[in-house]
Nanobody, 123 residues
């Protein structure tokens, strides 16, 4: 059974940085994609960044110059480095996994989800 566990969220001031981690356990198969999403109450979940088993990445335009996604295969961990944080980045951040290598930032494309980690940016 596959489990995804996020960590690294917290409270920071505007301009600060955080690194989120998503540890994937129990996964099988060499082809996959892992993505980060975020959601605030009352709004739809939005895709932030994704990485596939080949190391290709995609990042949403609204965070492209500030967020970076990477992975450490030896640790089964996907990271989201967030720099120059803004109050509008405040959200619950989730990681998700799909058994397809193609990158996607659509939540409907992913079937496995973690519980989320809260990020709060104060002005």
């Amino acid at each position: 059974q596959v489990h995804l566990v996020e960590s690294g969220g917290g409270s920071v001031q505007t301009g600060g940085s955080l690194q989120l981690s998503c540890v994937v356990s129990g996964a099988a198969g060499s082809a996959y994609a892992v993505a980060w999403f975020r959601q605030v109450p009352g709004k739809e979940r939005e895709g932030v960044a994704a990485i596939d088993s080949g190391g290709s990445t995609t990042v949403a335009g609204f965070v492209m110059d500030r967020f970076t996604i990477s992975q450490d295969n030896a640790k089964n961990t996907v990271y989201l480095q967030m720099n120059s944080l803004k109050p509008e980045d405040t959200a619950m951040y989730y990681c998700a996994r799909r058994q397809h290598r193609s990158l996607s930032l659509f939540a409907e494309s992913y079937s496995l989800w973690g519980q989320g980690t809260q990020v709060t940016v104060s002005s």
